[in-house]
C-alpha cells in the first residue's frame, strides 16, 4: 500500500515528532490550550526502558500544572534509601539515594520514576484532552513555506502520506530525524572513558525499597535501584576504561559483573528486559529553530546522566516553548517565538556544564570507594531546576527597583493561604494552575484601587494577596503565615505578573502598574 502519497485535507497547528516525555508533555500543554496537535513516534509501541528514573521539583511543578501531579506521586517514590557494600559486606545504609525537603515555596521533592511509567501518565493525559500517539510512523522529508510545514510521513504498515502543519517541532531524541532534515548541527564530543552497562533486569533474593550499591577503585560503580511500582531493577555499571572496546551487553555479562563487583550470596539476576551500551556524549544544537520548526529535548542537547537532568530539561524546554506557540497560533506577535532558544539554550549549556563537572566528581569519588560523597556529589540547587531563571529574556521587564528579592525572570514560588470568600487552604500554584497569566496583587490593607486590564483578549487573572484575615473578595487569598510575602519578598501595594510557564515577567509598584502591564504582555497580546 505504499505505491503513493496521499495527502492528509486538513491542517493541524503543531506537529509533535516524538512521543517520549518532552513531545508528550508539549502534547498535553498544546491540547488543554485548545490547539491541534498531532504527535507521530517512529516506535511501533511504547517504550519500556527504563532510561531516566529521577523527576526533579521543577517538573514536578509543571506535572502539577499540567494536571497529573497526583498519579505521579501516587506511582513514583521520594525517598529510596541506599545500602552500600564492600563486596557482600553492608558498609553504609545512611546515604539517600534523593535530597530535597518540601517546604511552602517549594511544595515537592524530587521523585523517582521510571520514564515508561511518566510517559504512561502523560499519553493518558493527552488521551483524556482529546489526543493520541500516532505509533510506527516516521517523518521521512520537511518542506517549508510562508504558511506552513509540509512533513512526508511513512508508516509501519509501508503506507506514505503528508501532513501540512503550521509549526513542526522535533522531539525525536539524540539522533533527531527532524535535526537533520532542517540542517541544524549537534555539536560536542563524547567523554574518554565514560562508558556504562545499563538494563532493566529482574533479582531475586535482593531487598526492594532500597538502592544497592558497590564501589571500587578498581571497577567503579555498580547499581541495582529498584523501580517504584514495578517489578524491574534498573542495572548500572560503570565500564572500566580500556583502550579495547567495552563488551557488548548481555543477561551473562550483567550477572558475570555482579558476581565480579558484588558476589552477595543467595542474589540471581533472572532475566532482563532491557540491555544497552551507552556511551556518554555531550553535546548541543548550533540552533533551536529553523523556520517553523524548532527542536527540544535530546534532539537539541545530550549530557551526562548525572544528576537526572536530561529528561526534566526536556520537560522544561516544551514548557517554555508550548504556551508561546499557542500565543502564537492566536495571533500574538510571531516575535514571542524567538525567546525560545533565547532562553533555553543557555540553560542547556549551563545542564552541560554541571552535568559533566558532577560526572567527573561521582566518578572520583568512586575510586576511593566514597558512597557518601558520590551520591551528595550527584544533587544541588542547580539540579533541582528551580534555579533556573530568565532575567535577561525580552519577556522579563525589569521596572524601578523594588523591595523583592526575587527578579523578572525568576520562577514564581508557592505559598499556603486561605481562601478569603470560603476560608478553605489554597496555594498559589492553586491560583497559576492553568494556561493563563497571573497577576498577583499585594496590598497592605489600605489601598482601593484596582489593576487596569491586561491588553485586549490576553487571558490575565488577577488575584489579591493581603495579610489582613479580615480581608475580603471573591479574588483574595489570606497570607495567613506569611509564606507568600516572605517567598516574593513583597511589600504592599505591589504587583507581580507571572508568566504561563510560571516565571515572573515583571513587578511594580501600584502607581506603574498601568505602563509596566501594557509593556509586559505586549508579546502575548492578540492582534
Not at 528486559?273 to 523556520?291: A, E, H, P, Q, T
Not at 495567613?480 to 507581580?496: I, K, L, P, S
Request: with cysteine; proline share 6%; net charge negative.
Amino acid at each position: 500500500m505504499g505505491d503513493g502519497i496521499t495527502t492528509n485535507s486538513a491542517m493541524t497547528d503543531v506537529l509533535i515528532v516524538g512521543a517520549g516525555p518532552t513531545g508528550l508533555t508539549l502534547a498535553c500543554d498544546l491540547a488543554r490550550r485548545g490547539i491541534a496537535c498531532r504527535v507521530l513516534e517512529r516506535a511501533e509501541r511504547p517504550s519500556t526502558a527504563s532510561r531516566a528514573k529521577t523527576i526533579q521539583p521543577r517538573a514536578l511543578e509543571v506535572a502539577d500544572d499540567l494536571g497529573v501531579i497526583d498519579r505521579v506521586l501516587a506511582l513514583g517514590a521520594v525517598r529510596i534509601p541506599t545500602r552500600q557494600y564492600d563486596r557482600d559486606r553492608v558498609v553504609s545504609e545512611a546515604v539517600e539515594a534523593a535530597v530535597g525537603i518540601a517546604a511552602p515555596d517549594v511544595p515537592y521533592a524530587p521523585v523517582w520514576l521510571s520514564q515508561p511509567l511518566f510517559e504512561q501518565i502523560l499519553r493518558d493525559r493527552f488521551a483524556e484532552l482529546g489526543g493520541r500517539v500516532e505509533m510506527g510512523a516516521t517523518v521521512a522529508a520537511l518542506a517549508q513555506d510562508d504558511e506552513g510545514v509540509a512533513a512526508t510521513v511513512h508508516t509501519a504498515t509501508g503506507g506514505t502520506h503528508q501532513i501540512r502543519a503550521r509549526y513542526v517541532v522535533g522531539c525525536d531524541g539524540g539522533r533527531s530525524p527532524v535535526r537533520q532534515q532542517i540542517g541544524a548541527t549537534l555539536q560536542g564530543t563524547s567523554l574518554p572513558g565514560q562508558s556504562w552497562h545499563l538494563g532493566d533486569v529482574r533479582v531475586q533474593g535482593l531487598e526492594r525499597g532500597r538502592q544497592h550499591l558497590w564501589m571500587s577503585p578498581g571497577h567503579g560503580i555498580l547499581s541495582l535501584f529498584p523501580l517504584p511500582s514495578t517489578d524491574i531493577w534498573q542495572f548500572q555499571a560503570s565500564v572500566p576504561a580500556d583502550p579495547t572496546e567495552p563488551e557488548q551487553p548481555s543477561l551473562e555479562l550483567f550477572r558475570r559483573i555482579f558476581t565480579e563487583r558484588a558476589g552477595v550470596p543467595g542474589v540471581t539476576i533472572t532475566d532482563a528486559d532491557w540491555l544497552s551500551l551507552y556511551k556518554i556524549n555531550v553535546c548541543l544544537v548550533d540552533r533551536y529553530r529553523v523556520g517553523r520548526v524548532f527542536l527540544a529535548g535530546d534532539a537539541a542537547h545530550i549530557h551526562s546522566p548525572a544528576g537526572g537532568q536530561g529528561m526534566n530539561t526536556g520537560i522544561q524546554d516544551a514548557y517554555n516553548l508550548g504556551w508561546k506557540l499557542a500565543a502564537v497560533l492566536e495571533g500574538a506577535s510571531p516575535a514571542l517565538l524567538d525567546t525560545y532558544e533565547h532562553e533555553r539554550r543557555p540553560v542547556a549549556q549551563a545542564v552541560l556544564r554541571d552535568s559533566t563537572s558532577r560526572l567527573h566528581a561521582v566518578m572520583r569519588a568512586a575510586g576511593t570507594g566514597d558512597g557518601s560523597s558520590a551520591q551528595r556529589d550527584l544533587t544541588g540547587d542547580f539540579t533541582t531546576g528551580l534555579t533556573i531563571s530568565y532575567p535577561d529574556s525580552p519577556l522579563s521587564h525589569h521596572t524601578p527597583p523594588h523591595r523583592g528579592i526575587l527578579r523578572p525572570g525568576d520562577r514564581a514560588p508557592d505559598a499556603n493561604c486561605l481562601h478569603a470568600a470560603t476560608g478553605e487552604p489554597v496555594r498559589l500554584f492553586d491560583l497559576q494552575r492553568g494556561p493563563h497569566w497571573t497577576l498577583l496583587s499585594f496590598t497592605d490593607g489600605t489601598s482601593t484601587s484596582h489593576p487596569a486590564r491586561a491588553q485586549a483578549h490576553v487571558p490575565l487573572r488577577t488575584h489579591q494577596i493581603s495579610a489582613d484575615t479580615a480581608a475580603t473578595g471573591p479574588d483574595t487569598v489570606i497570607d495567613t503565615e506569611g509564606d507568600a510575602y516572605r517567598a516574593y519578598g513583597a511589600g504592599g501595594d505591589e504587583f507581580v505578573l507571572i508568566r504561563p510557564d510560571g516565571y515572573i515577567a515583571a513587578r511594580f509598584p501600584r502607581e506603574a502598574h498601568d505602563a509596566a502591564l501594557r509593556q509586559a504582555t505586549s508579546l502575548a497580546a492578540t492582534a
